[in-house]
């Protein structure tokens, strides 16, 4: 049994940097693009937002607040929601995907208020699924006082105790954050994904921080080598000098007094620990080099081999999916000229993946609710209608609805509701002669 996996962190202003990679307007560079397709906004923006940056500002403007939001005050909090690699890769295998999802925005509207939750993006171009959540924290109640204000408090008119406030630091409580990872657990159970070990003195850390940390490991080593190689230059600079002075003219012309004398002192020279000295600590530096510069190469093979690892099981993944692919379109060929249906009922009609699952495998489905129509930029009821996919002259699956295509029932409903109103339909507009 793996581990479920909530990360969250505090973000100021409207997070645009963060927004860029979750909505990949720029392309990182652990991301499969021949994936991002897969990727997809989990919760509907509001009318007239169009971004999760926006959408984390109309939630501050629409929230009622009565203080003004400092510079420096928190807006946002990212939350991070995934597993264990190989479990949320059999989660994926088990067609399980999107209950998971809709698990994890159920857990986050009953833990921080449904309204809170301006965006949640499940992210499939990447080695593992997960979801980006943002969450602006908006709590009611009054905030909490320091003993010195309590005193006092009683100068004050009172304020309402239900006022709507912005407060991260409420949310982010030490024994807080460990109930959520314990209800988190708690609701992922049914996937099997347990609680991470509760007092672990693990921290999380990007991929990125960590290969960034490495190579500034490495690029810190390269600079001591040079310290060490200089040290060792000006050593041996020191030895020469202090082997060129038994050497001096001063010796060769002097007296056999002065030789005797210089002799001494050149005896007393080689004696003295001071050419040993120097030549033991350029020994000790040339092995110091030495070690740095092996453990400088061990570091760069090891990460040619994670590289090369990683390329590995890169391409095995993607032959994996090439195969797949293959044999999709082999033995169900129908399934490629399906996709572009199935992109019109998730994005245009807003359809559900359980009633698409059913439509695929072309059976009837009633539905109720409404239906937009893009040609009318308008929604209709459709309470007790038949859905179904059929085939066209074109041999391209066209969505059916109480049994003509959906273009003639919207244009059907459209007429009715001109009706309605006593104006005049598209077929009387047509019998109108100018």
Same mark, same amino acid.
């Given at each position: 049994?793996?581990?479920a996996?909530?990360h969250?962190e505090?973000?100021?202003?409207t997070?645009?940097?963060m927004s860029a990679?979750?909505?990949?307007?720029i392309?990182?560079?652990?991301a499969?693009e021949?994936?991002?397709h897969?990727n997809?906004?989990l919760?509907?923006?509001?009318?007239g937002? +169009?971004?999760?940056?926006q959408?984390?500002q109309?939630?501050?403007?629409t929230?009622?607040l009565t203080r003004?939001i400092g510079?420096n005050?928190v807006?946002a909090?990212?939350?991070?929601?995934?597993g264990?690699h190989?479990?949320?890769e059999?989660i994926?295998?088990?067609? $399980?995907?999107? +209950?998971?999802?809709?698990d994890n925005?159920?857990?986050?509207?009953?833990t921080?208020?449904?309204?809170?939750i301006?965006?949640a993006?499940?992210?499939?171009? @990447?080695?593992t699924?997960?979801?980006?959540?943002?969450?602006?924290?908006?709590?009611?109640? +009054?905030?909490?006082?320091?003993?010195?204000?309590?005193?006092?408090? #009683? $100068?004050?008119?009172?304020?309402?105790?239900?006022t709507?406030?912005?407060?991260?630091?409420?949310?982010?409580?030490?024994?807080?954050?460990?109930?959520?990872?314990?209800?988190y657990?708690q609701a992922?159970?049914g996937?099997?994904?347990?609680r991470g070990?509760?007092?672990?003195?693990?921290?999380?850390?990007?991929?990125r921080?960590?290969?960034?940390?490495l190579v500034?490991?490495?690029e810190?080593?390269r600079?001591?080598?040079?310290?060490?190689?200089?040290r060792?230059?000006?050593? !041996?600079e020191?030895?020469?000098?202090a082997?060129?002075?038994? !050497?001096?003219?001063k010796?060769?012309?002097?007296?056999?007094?002065?030789?005797?004398?210089?002799?001494e002192?050149?005896?007393?020279?080689?004696?003295?620990?001071? %050419?040993?000295?120097?030549?033991?600590?350029?020994?000790?530096?040339?092995?110091?080099?030495?070690?740095?510069e092996?453990? %400088?190469?061990?570091?760069e093979?090891?990460q040619? #081999?994670?590289?090369q690892d990683m #390329?590995?099981?890169?391409e095995?993944?993607?032959r994996?999916?090439? @195969?797949?692919?293959?044999?999709v379109k082999r033995y169900f060929?129908?399934?490629?000229?399906?996709?572009?249906?199935i992109k019109?009922l998730r994005?245009t009609?807003?359809?559900g993946?359980a009633?698409?699952? *059913?439509?695929?495998t072309?059976k009837d489905?009633?539905i *109720?609710?409404?239906l937009?129509? $893009? +040609?009318?930029?308008?929604?209709?009821?459709?309470?007790?209608?038949?859905?179904?996919?059929? !085939?066209?002259?074109? @041999?391209?699956?066209?969505?059916?609805?109480d049994?003509?295509s959906?273009?003639?029932?919207?244009?059907?409903? *459209?007429?009715?509701?001109?009706?309605?109103l006593?104006?005049?339909t598209?077929?009387q507009?047509?019998?109108?002669?100018?």
């Amino acid at each position: 049994m793996g581990y479920a996996v909530l990360h969250m962190e505090k973000t100021s202003g409207t997070d645009t940097a963060m927004s860029a990679h979750i909505e990949r307007t720029i392309k990182p560079k652990n991301a499969d693009e021949s994936r991002t397709h897969l990727n997809r906004e989990l919760i509907r923006f509001p009318d007239g937002v +169009e971004s999760r940056t926006q959408a984390i500002q109309y939630r501050l403007d629409t929230a009622g607040l009565t203080r003004k939001i400092g510079n420096n005050q928190v807006r946002a909090i990212r939350v991070l929601l995934t597993g264990t690699h190989d479990d949320m890769e059999r989660i994926n295998n088990e067609g $399980r995907l999107d +209950e998971w999802c809709s698990d994890n925005l159920k857990y986050l509207a009953n833990t921080f208020g449904r309204e809170n939750i301006v965006s949640a993006v499940l992210h499939m171009d @990447e080695q593992t699924p997960h979801i980006h959540a943002t969450l602006v924290p908006i709590i009611k109640g +009054e905030r909490k006082r320091k003993k010195k204000e309590e005193q006092v408090k #009683k $100068r004050y008119r009172k304020k309402p105790t239900d006022t709507a406030r912005l407060c991260a630091d409420d949310i982010m409580t030490r024994a807080k954050l460990k109930s959520y990872q314990d209800t988190y657990a708690q609701a992922m159970n049914g996937y099997g994904l347990q609680r991470g070990i509760d007092g672990s003195e693990a921290r999380h850390i990007s991929t990125r921080q960590y290969y960034r940390d490495l190579v500034q490991q490495t690029e810190q080593l390269r600079t001591d080598i040079g310290q060490l190689q200089d040290r060792k230059e000006t050593a !041996q600079e020191e030895l020469r000098r202090a082997k060129k002075e038994v !050497q001096t003219e001063k010796l060769k012309g002097a007296a056999t007094t002065a030789a005797t004398n210089i002799a001494e002192s050149v005896g007393s020279l080689f004696g003295s620990n001071k %050419v040993k000295t120097l030549e033991r600590e350029n020994a000790v530096l040339q092995n110091r080099i030495s070690e740095l510069e092996d453990e %400088v190469r061990q570091r760069e093979e090891w990460q040619v #081999k994670q590289m090369q690892d990683m #390329k590995s099981a890169y391409e095995q993944q993607n032959r994996k999916l090439s @195969e797949f692919v293959d044999f999709v379109k082999r033995y169900f060929p129908y399934v490629e000229k399906l996709i572009p249906t199935i992109k019109f009922l998730r994005e245009t009609l807003n359809f559900g993946d359980a009633i698409i699952r *059913k439509l695929c495998t072309f059976k009837d489905v009633p539905i *109720k609710g409404e239906l937009y129509s $893009r +040609e009318f930029n308008q929604h209709f009821k459709a309470d007790g209608a038949v859905c179904s996919l059929k !085939q066209n002259a074109e @041999e391209r699956f066209d969505l059916n609805i109480d049994g003509v295509s959906h273009v003639s029932w919207f244009r059907r409903k *459209k007429d009715e509701f001109m009706e309605t109103l006593g104006m005049p339909t598209r077929k009387q507009n047509r019998g109108i002669k100018l």
